[in-house]
């Protein structure tokens, strides 16, 4: 992997999160229940689903992530950040733009079948705007240090920046998944 500017690498995920709060705000906590949990056409996941999906990632990684940045004593900071090979991969794997293929999710992460579709998304509103409070804390943080282990390998680690990176590219999957299942408005002839 090549080092990158931290502080562009930064500033890039929370645009990106940035988006995926104004999308979320703009047009899922706008739709009806019955919308929210209605199940893909074709028996995939409902959009309350999709992103009861990633919440349940964000119960993972967030909390994992603050901890992280706050342990970290007061120091001399990179202003370059080198990813892993394998965050790299899991990046890769997950990102809408070179992550083609379709993965089964970890039982973990399996959302159950949602009855509250309003709560999950005020909940994944909540967690973006967490997530952009880390990326803010990140600035003055060692990206590399207090590795975080994946949620469905434990015994596998990655580090911090590789994992901000990995959940807001998982973040964008899900919520052009959930997109997807958007009614089409009615087009008058």
């Given at each position: 992997?090549?080092?990158?500017?931290?502080?562009?690498?930064?500033?890039?995920?929370?645009?990106?999160?940035?988006?995926?709060?104004?999308?979320?705000?703009?047009?899922?906590?706008?739709?009806?229940?019955?919308?929210?949990?209605?199940?893909?056409?074709?028996g995939g996941w409902s959009i309350a689903q999709c992103l009861a999906h990633l919440n349940s990632y964000g119960d993972y990684y967030l909390p994992r992530?603050?901890?992280?940045?706050?342990?970290?004593?007061?120091?001399?900071?990179?202003?370059?950040?080198?990813?892993?090979?394998?965050?790299?991969q899991f990046i890769r794997m997950m990102a809408p733009e070179t992550g083609r293929k379709k993965y089964k999710a970890?039982?973990?992460?399996?959302?159950?079948?949602?009855?509250q579709g309003q709560a999950i998304v005020r909940e994944f509103?909540?967690?973006?705007?967490?997530?952009?409070l880390l990326l803010r804390q990140a600035h003055?943080?060692?990206?590399?240090?207090?590795?975080?282990?994946?949620?469905?390998?434990t015994w596998l680690r990655l580090k911090p920046g590789d994992v901000l990176q990995f959940v807001v590219a998982h973040n964008e999957r899900h919520m052009l998944q959930a997109e997807?299942?958007?009614p089409v408005p009615d087009v008058a002839v």
């Amino acid at each position: 992997m090549k080092a990158v500017n931290k502080a562009q690498l930064l500033a890039s995920l929370e645009d990106r999160v940035e988006q995926h709060v104004q999308e979320a705000v703009r047009v899922f906590q706008n739709l009806d229940e019955e919308v929210l949990l209605k199940p893909a056409a074709d028996g995939g996941w409902s959009i309350a689903q999709c992103l009861a999906h990633l919440n349940s990632y964000g119960d993972y990684y967030l909390p994992r992530l603050r901890a992280g940045f706050e342990s970290q004593q007061e120091a001399a900071v990179a202003e370059t950040y080198k990813g892993t090979w394998l965050g790299n991969q899991f990046i890769r794997m997950m990102a809408p733009e070179t992550g083609r293929k379709k993965y089964k999710a970890a039982k973990i992460h399996l959302p159950k079948e949602a009855t509250q579709g309003q709560a999950i998304v005020r909940e994944f509103i909540r967690q973006q705007e967490e997530l952009l409070l880390l990326l803010r804390q990140a600035h003055k943080a060692d990206l590399d240090a207090n590795k975080i282990p994946v949620s469905v390998l434990t015994w596998l680690r990655l580090k911090p920046g590789d994992v901000l990176q990995f959940v807001v590219a998982h973040n964008e999957r899900h919520m052009l998944q959930a997109e997807r299942n958007l009614p089409v408005p009615d087009v008058a002839v």
